[in-house]
């Protein structure tokens, strides 16, 4: 009897983590499949600047913001640097862009994911991308410090110093540290910088990082 209880038992831990991947696969397929439909109605095209991350990216207004540029958003929300690495070919490569501005790390940080692990996914990341296009320059934005996730600063800024060392040895990596700019002078996150939630980026925060990122969008 016992031994039928631990099979059933296992049995059903093993369905749940299969439905649990299926459904988180299934998550980021949609959003995947959602590009390539905007693809097929009307490529973007080469020689652009890709911006991919998490919702971060997703919610910046390119248009407004850069509107001089070929700017391609494929930011999916709720994503790790793992993720865009495992949809690389499908929201980057394929574009052939020469610029692409990666922001990561920040939803790997809060899921318990070290600030090694976030910087050997980055590194997988910025390393296929030289592999497939050896001229096209890869900007990273730090990840930030926000009201929400304050408690995980200690984490954020491991994981940051360890990318910036990776764009030190690195000519085609380029750092862009929001962390200064985005606090204030009692040094915590300004609050204008925020919505509600205290994560995601308001139009403020958006200018400032707007403005950080432009100056490393040529990659001449």
């Known amino acids: 009897m016992r031994l039928l209880l631990l099979v059933l038992t296992i049995s059903s831990l093993l369905s749940a983590f299969d439905a649990n991947v299926t459904a988180e696969e299934s998550r980021w397929e949609s959003a995947i499949q959602a590009f390539e439909k905007q693809d097929a109605e009307k490529m973007p095209p080469k020689n652009g600047i890709v911006f991919v991350g998490s919702s971060s990216i997703r919610k910046w207004d390119l248009k407004k913001w850069f509107p001089d540029r070929n700017a391609i958003n494929r930011g999916f929300g709720g994503s790790e640097a793992s993720d865009s690495l495992e ?10 862009p020469r610029v692409v501005v990666v922001y990561a790390g920040d939803n790997d940080i809060a899921h318990d994911k070290t600030p090694k ?23 990273y934005i730090a990840v930030k410090p926000s009201i929400k996730r304050w408690a995980l600063i200690d984490q954020v800024r491991e994981a940051n110093r360890l990318i910036t060392e990776l764009a030190s040895s690195d000519e085609l990596l380029e750092f862009v540290d929001i962390d200064k700019p985005m606090l204030g002078e009692d040094g915590m ?17 958006y ?3 707007t403005a950080l990122v432009k100056p490393h969008l040529s990659n001449e």
């Not at 949809?87 to 052939?96: N, P, T, W």
């Open 87 to 96: 949809f690389a070919e499908r929201i980057i490569l394929k574009y052939e």
């Open 117 to 139: 692990r976030v910087y050997d996914d980055v590194k997988q990341l910025v390393n296929l991308i030289h592999s497939e296009l050896p001229k096209t320059k890869v900007v």
């Open 189 to 205: 996150p300004r609050k204008e910088l925020f919505v509600e939630d205290g994560l995601h980026l308001s139009e403020e925060g």
């Open 207 to 209: 200018a400032i990082w």
